[in-house]
């Protein structure tokens, strides 16, 4: 066995194709990941002040004061140009500033585009507005509360505490590496499904050389088995690497939990591909196009192409959320980010070791029984 | 003398087709049995069926005296087997791909690096070790293809065509390799549709058709079995139907034709054949030109047998 093994590592690692789809390509949409929300990042993180015009026709203390506020410190979010109003219409037609404040007894802005910058001003004037607007209510009704109800507007209270469980931080980017990771993971299939290829005389003559062999099926069938999760473990290790090595990207510090959901989801994916090999009739292409469609499947609702789609399916089908491995797999990794190895983490990890095993007993059991009326 | 493969009463369908209808097979150690037909004949099913490859739907097959089936491990380490597709890894260079498919048959790390080597020498790719397949030319694909089949000197090898798609010298090489396993105490069975193979090759011929085996003997028996002896051929500018008639009331001369300028005369056994009809065309005045005699080929055989030409029939089995 340590010889087919061995001889099966070299299979596998000189198979050009399948090793571009399953290391080369992940790497390079990971990092065509990182280019585009890296890129969205940077730009909120470097979020530069806003160039307004002021323009103040009416006095107004409390806008004023609102501006003057949002215009200071190091954090500030605007840059006041205080002006007349043909000025300010001519700065803005030249787009020197993104927008004009008129300050009066009821407040405006004035736009040229639509914009996130233009968006953020009126989101300023509109909270303005909102506050004086509730102020002027209550001091209609009952004076006596103005005081509170200030207190509450600038203070409000908050309805959830936000806790940290763990070291790590979440944020929506990482939740596409996940499913990155995971759609490798069930990438193994690709190796699976050519190690049942091998393995089987109706589909290949190697099958038929090999099924000729003395050495019974299973041997050299666990061989390849054991070489693809070898090989594919090392792949999403790499990929893992390579992800952890980009600035912002960080799957915290739990090496071994890591390890072990990377290596359930290997294990995974190579008997999804043996299976699909064993139990699907027909060809080699038919086979190939049915493992690509459910690999695609799956990874499409663990977030792949959509980070919402997994909580969509949570709140809807749950139970598609625990019997999809790339699910499993993409919530291995959150719950570990988010909250450590809990309860969550180690049963998203039985429940994949669990599929694992019903794949393998299933591919096992059906190679076992095989018999060719035709070849 | 041990009856290494002993194949009684094969039936296999594909669905409508009959692909082995009660086919028989017995051959003796040392042998070299031939498995003669054209392309679709059965001769690739009869060797998946005798291997376990595919189930039969009827007849029982028996190897080194023990019955063959899927899981007769012991049985299977006495045989080789070299297919007609070339089935070895193009990841893997000549000398792992003989290890390896070695190594399903030798455990023994040391004894397997011998086998190796001599599979390698004895196929003569010593030059190519380093080379992975997609580097080989097709004879030399077909000669890796053979040592991955014999490397672990099996008693009993089956060749199914092995030298399809291969050029001249190369042929050679493998007809001769193939005696000298044969010589080396191996039987072998070889199948083809190249009648020259066999008959030069072979020390006893099956020839089959639909399933069915249609004759069996040495090259000599089963050419004794035929009503042919000898066919001419002359080419002649022109004849006519009382010349034919002419021709056929020669002595020996059973049947002939005229087609595209060419005389096709065919004459049972006896002497002179060639000096009867040439002295009618001298006496006839019939002016002619190149003239060939054959004796009868196995081709001839099977045509008197089937009515079809040996290399009739579909592109694959």
Same mark, same amino acid.
């Given at each position: 066995?340590?010889?087919?093994?061995?001889?099966?590592?070299k299979c596998?690692?000189?198979?050009?194709a399948?090793?571009?789809?399953?290391?080369?390509?992940?790497?390079l949409?990971?990092?065509?990941?990182?280019?585009?929300?890296?890129?969205?990042?940077t730009?909120?993180?470097?979020?530069?002040?806003?160039?307004?015009?002021?323009?103040?026709?009416?006095?107004?203390? @409390?806008?004023?004061?609102t %501006?003057?506020? /949002?215009?200071?410190?190091?954090?500030?979010f605007? #840059? $006041?140009?205080? !002006?007349?109003?043909?000025?300010?219409l001519?700065?803005?037609?030249?787009?020197?500033?993104?927008?004009?404040?008129?300050?009066d007894?009821s407040p405006?802005?004035?736009?040229?585009?639509?914009g996130?910058?233009?968006?953020?001003?009126?989101?300023v004037?509109?909270?303005?507005?909102?506050?004086?607007?509730?102020?002027?209510?209550?001091?209609h009704?009952?004076p006596a509360?103005?005081?509170?109800?200030v207190?509450?507007?600038?203070?409000?209270?908050?309805?959830?505490?936000?806790?940290?469980?763990?070291?790590?931080?979440?944020?929506?980017?990482r939740e596409?590496?996940?499913?990155?990771?995971?759609?490798?993971?069930?990438?193994?299939s690709?190796?699976g499904?050519?190690?049942?290829v @091998?393995?089987q005389?109706? %589909?290949?003559a /190697?099958?038929?050389?090999r099924?000729?062999?003395? #050495? $019974?099926?299973? !041997?050299?069938v666990?061989?390849?088995?054991?070489?693809a999760?070898?090989?594919?473990?090392?792949?999403?290790?790499?990929?893992?690497?390579?992800?952890?090595?980009?600035?912002?990207?960080?799957?915290?510090g739990?090496?071994?939990?890591?390890?072990?959901?990377?290596l359930?989801?290997?294990?995974?994916?190579?008997?999804?591909?043996?299976l699909i090999?064993?139990?699907?009739?027909?060809?080699?292409?038919t086979?190939?196009?049915f493992?690509?469609?459910?690999?695609?499947l799956?990874?499409?609702f663990?977030?792949?192409?959509?980070?919402?789609?997994r909580f969509?399916?949570?709140k809807?089908?749950?139970?598609?959320n625990r019997?999809?491995?790339?699910?499993?797999?993409?919530?291995s990794f959150?719950t570990?980010?988010?909250?450590?190895a809990?309860?969550?983490?180690?049963?998203?990890?039985?429940?994949?070791?669990?599929?694992?095993?019903?794949?393998?007993?299933a591919?096992v059991?059906i190679?076992?029984?095989?018999?060719?009326?035709?070849? | 003398m041990?009856t290494?493969?002993?194949?009684?009463?094969?039936?296999?369908r594909y669905k409508e087709?009959?692909a082995?209808?009660?086919?028989n097979?017995?051959?003796?150690e040392g042998?070299?049995?031939?498995?003669?037909g054209?392309n679709?004949?059965?001769?690739?099913?009869?060797?998946?069926?005798?291997l376990?490859?595919?189930?039969?739907?009827?007849?029982?097959?028996?190897i080194?005296?023990k019955?063959?089936s899927p899981?007769s491990?012991?049985?299977?380490?006495?045989?080789?087997?070299?297919?007609?597709q070339?089935?070895?890894?193009?990841?893997?260079?000549?000398?792992?791909?003989?290890?390896y498919?070695c190594?399903?048959?030798?455990?023994?790390?040391?004894?397997?690096?011998?086998?190796?080597?001599?599979?390698?020498d004895?196929?003569e790719?010593?030059?190519?070790?380093?080379?992975?397949?997609?580097?080989?030319?097709?004879?030399?694909?077909?000669?890796?293809?053979?040592?991955?089949?014999?490397?672990?000197?099996?008693?009993?090898?089956?060749?199914?065509?092995?030298?399809?798609?291969?050029?001249p010298?190369?042929?050679?090489?493998?007809?001769?390799?193939?005696?000298?396993?044969?010589e080396?105490?191996a039987?072998i069975?070889?199948?083809?549709?190249?009648?020259?193979?066999?008959?030069?090759?072979?020390t006893?011929?099956?020839?089959?058709?639909?399933?069915?085996?249609?004759?069996?003997?040495?090259?000599?028996?089963?050419?004794?079995?035929?009503?042919a002896?000898?066919?001419?051929?002359?080419?002649?500018?022109?004849?006519?139907?009382?010349?034919?008639?002419g021709?056929?009331?020669?002595p020996?001369?059973?049947?002939?034709s005229?087609a595209?300028?060419?005389?096709?005369?065919?004459?049972?056994k006896?002497g002179?054949?060639?000096?009867h009809?040439?002295?009618?065309l001298?006496?006839?005045d019939?002016?002619f030109?190149?003239?060939?005699?054959?004796?009868?080929?196995?081709?001839?055989?099977?045509?008197?047998?089937?009515?079809?030409?040996?290399r009739d029939?579909?592109?694959?089995e």
């Amino acid at each position: 066995m340590k010889t087919l093994y061995k001889y099966r590592l070299k299979c596998i690692l000189g198979d050009r194709a399948n090793m571009f789809w399953t290391l080369v390509f992940p790497i390079l949409l990971g990092t065509l990941f990182y280019v585009s929300f890296g890129q969205l990042l940077t730009n909120i993180e470097q979020l530069e002040p806003i160039p307004v015009a002021i323009v103040e026709q009416q006095q107004n203390e @409390s806008f004023s004061e609102t %501006l003057e506020s /949002l215009a200071s410190g190091e954090d500030a979010f605007i #840059t $006041p140009q205080h !002006t007349n109003k043909a000025q300010a219409l001519s700065m803005l037609e030249s787009e020197e500033v993104d927008g004009i404040y008129v300050i009066d007894e009821s407040p405006s802005l004035t736009v040229k585009t639509d914009g996130l910058n233009q968006s953020m001003l009126k989101s300023v004037l509109d909270s303005y507005l909102q506050v004086t607007a509730t102020v002027t209510t209550v001091a209609h009704k009952d004076p006596a509360l103005i005081a509170d109800t200030v207190r509450e507007l600038t203070n409000p209270p908050q309805a959830v505490e936000q806790i940290s469980l763990s070291s790590g931080s979440l944020d929506f980017m990482r939740e596409n590496f996940y499913a990155l990771i995971a759609m490798t993971c069930l990438y193994g299939s690709f190796f699976g499904l050519s190690g049942a290829v @091998s393995a089987q005389p109706n %589909l290949s003559a /190697l099958g038929a050389r090999r099924s000729i062999a003395p #050495t $019974p099926k299973l !041997t050299g069938v666990w061989s390849d088995i054991l070489a693809a999760v070898t090989v594919m473990f090392g792949i999403v290790l790499v990929l893992i690497a390579y992800l952890s090595a980009l600035p912002n990207i960080d799957f915290g510090g739990n090496i071994p939990a890591i390890l072990l959901t990377s290596l359930c989801g290997v294990f995974v994916g190579v008997m999804l591909g043996m299976l699909i090999g064993v139990a699907v009739r027909g060809s080699r292409g038919t086979k190939d196009g049915f493992l690509i469609s459910i690999s695609l499947l799956l990874c499409f609702f663990s977030g792949l192409m959509y980070s919402n789609m997994r909580f969509i399916v949570e709140k809807n089908a749950p139970i598609f959320n625990r019997i999809n491995p790339a699910s499993l797999i993409v919530d291995s990794f959150y719950t570990l980010d988010a909250y450590g190895a809990g309860e969550r983490f180690w049963t998203n990890i039985v429940l994949l070791a669990a599929i694992g095993g019903i794949l393998c007993a299933a591919s096992v059991a059906i190679l076992r029984r095989k018999q060719y009326a035709s070849i | 003398m041990q009856t290494i493969v002993n194949a009684t009463n094969l039936v296999k369908r594909y669905k409508e087709l009959l692909a082995l209808d009660h086919f028989n097979l017995k051959i003796e150690e040392g042998e070299i049995l031939g498995l003669l037909g054209p392309n679709g004949s059965g001769k690739t099913t009869a060797i998946n069926c005798l291997l376990s490859l595919l189930t039969i739907d009827k007849g029982e097959v028996d190897i080194f005296g023990k019955r063959m089936s899927p899981t007769s491990y012991s049985i299977k380490q006495e045989i080789g087997v070299v297919p007609q597709q070339v089935a070895v890894f193009e990841e893997l260079t000549t000398q792992e791909n003989i290890d390896y498919f070695c190594g399903l048959y030798v455990k023994d790390k040391q004894l397997r690096k011998e086998l190796v080597d001599e599979a390698i020498d004895f196929v003569e790719l010593d030059e190519f070790r380093k080379f992975h397949p997609k580097k080989l030319s097709g004879g030399l694909l077909r000669r890796l293809n053979i040592a991955c089949g014999i490397a672990h000197k099996p008693k009993l090898i089956i060749l199914d065509e092995p030298t399809v798609a291969v050029d001249p010298q190369s042929r050679a090489h493998i007809l001769d390799g193939i005696v000298k396993l044969n010589e080396q105490g191996a039987t072998i069975i070889y199948t083809s549709h190249y009648m020259e193979e066999v008959e030069q090759i072979c020390t006893r011929i099956v020839i089959m058709d639909k399933g069915r085996c249609l004759a069996e003997g040495t090259s000599e028996e089963l050419k004794r079995m035929i009503k042919a002896g000898e066919t001419i051929r002359i080419e002649l500018p022109a004849f006519t139907g009382e010349q034919m008639e002419g021709i056929k009331a020669l002595p020996h001369v059973y049947s002939a034709s005229y087609a595209d300028g060419l005389l096709a005369i065919y004459c049972e056994k006896g002497g002179h054949n060639v000096l009867h009809v040439l002295d009618y065309l001298q006496k006839n005045d019939i002016p002619f030109g190149t003239v060939d005699a054959k004796l009868p080929t196995l081709n001839d055989v099977f045509l008197e047998i089937t009515g079809r030409e040996l290399r009739d029939g579909g592109e694959s089995e």
